[in-house]
Every structure is written in C-alpha cells, then in structure tokens.
C-alpha cells in the first residue's frame, strides 16, 4: 500500500479521526520528552563548560534563545509568541483532516515543537510572551533542543510528500480522462 492510501475496509471518517489522534498523541509526547530534556539541562548544565558527546562536533551547552532560528529576531520575543500560536492553532485546525499516516507524522511533530515552544515563550524567563527558549544540544555552530530536532524532521516529511505529490487527505487526485483530438 502507498504511503499517502487509506487502507481498505476502513470507513474514512474513522481513519481521519484515528489520524489526528495521532497527530495529537505524538505531538503531546513530543512536548513532554522536550521539556523534560530542558528541565534536565536547566538541572544538570547551568554553569557548566561544555560537554562533548561526540568530540567537538557534538556537545551538550546551555543557552537560552530569545529569537527564532539562528537567534534571528531577538528583539521581537512576543512576535515569535504570537507566531508560534497561530502555528499551533492553524496545524491544529489543518490536522483534523489528515488522512495519510505520513503526513500525520509529519503534523505532529511540527505541532509538537511549536508548542513546546511556544510554552517556553509562555512560562520562561524574562516573562509572560517573552520567554527565552531552552537550547542545550550544541551541534557545530547550531544549538538547539528535541524540538528543533523535530521541526526539522516534520517539515523535511511534509516537503517530501509535497514533492511526491501527496495530498493531505491521503486520496491521489482522480486522473482527468483522456480525450481524443476530434478529426
């Protein structure tokens, strides 16, 4: 069976709802394990020099984000707030009509790490909408956390079934027939 095919013998609704909750369940254990791993690093690396894990190139380092990605937009910490909701609604909204297990992978890990971020600009220091995002895993000259590991992951999947042509709905477009040139 195809990636993006529903199975057979299984009414749709049903499956869509199967779907989204998965969506929803590996999004929640994506936060869980994500603020876990933070708590972690907050308990363990705060005034700590550097841990290798594997030589330089993979090493455990505490610092907190105040931006998006590559520490982009410091200084608009309740932008990234308002994004992030809007993020986590929107994928929320988009997900409950997921019909393909890949594609409901692929939500659940981006709701998952927007959420988890989204959280920590929530309930962080400085303050409410302006809090700082956890990083501890210092991979060459990023650092991130599970999260980021997971919005990665999630976009490059839903990219690939974008380029493979597969829609949300887990249904393949009916193919228009073909018709004759009239003579």
Same mark, same amino acid.
């Given at each position: ?7 057979? &013998?299984?009414? $749709? ?7 989204? +909750?998965? *969506? !929803?369940? @590996?999004? #929640? %254990? ?34 907190? &984000?105040?931006? $998006? ?7 608009? +910490?309740? *932008? !990234?707030? @308002?994004? #992030? %909701? ?98």
């Amino acid at each position: 069976m195809a990636t993006g095919q529903a199975a057979p &013998n299984v009414p $749709a609704e049903r499956r869509v709802t199967r779907l989204f +909750t998965l *969506v !929803l369940v @590996l999004a #929640a %254990a994506l936060v869980a394990v994500d603020q876990l791993t933070k708590w972690w690093a907050v308990s363990e690396l705060t005034g700590r020099a550097p841990i290798d894990v594997i030589g330089e190139l993979i090493q455990l380092r505490l610092t907190y &984000n105040p931006g $998006a990605a590559f520490s982009i937009g410091t200084g608009y +910490t309740w *932008v !990234l707030t @308002l994004i #992030a %909701a809007a993020a986590v609604v929107t994928i929320t909204y988009v997900a409950r009509r997921v019909g393909s297990r890949a594609w409901a992978i692929g939500l659940g890990l981006v709701l998952g790490g927007a959420t988890t971020h989204l959280l920590d600009r929530l309930l962080r220091e400085p303050g409410f909408a302006r809090g700082h995002v956890v990083d501890f895993i210092d991979y060459g000259p990023f650092v991130g956390n599970v999260a980021d590991i997971a919005l990665v992951g999630g976009v490059a999947l839903i990219l690939v079934l974008n380029v493979r042509n597969i829609p949300l709905t887990g249904r393949a477009a009916e193919p228009e027939p073909a018709t004759t040139p009239a003579p």
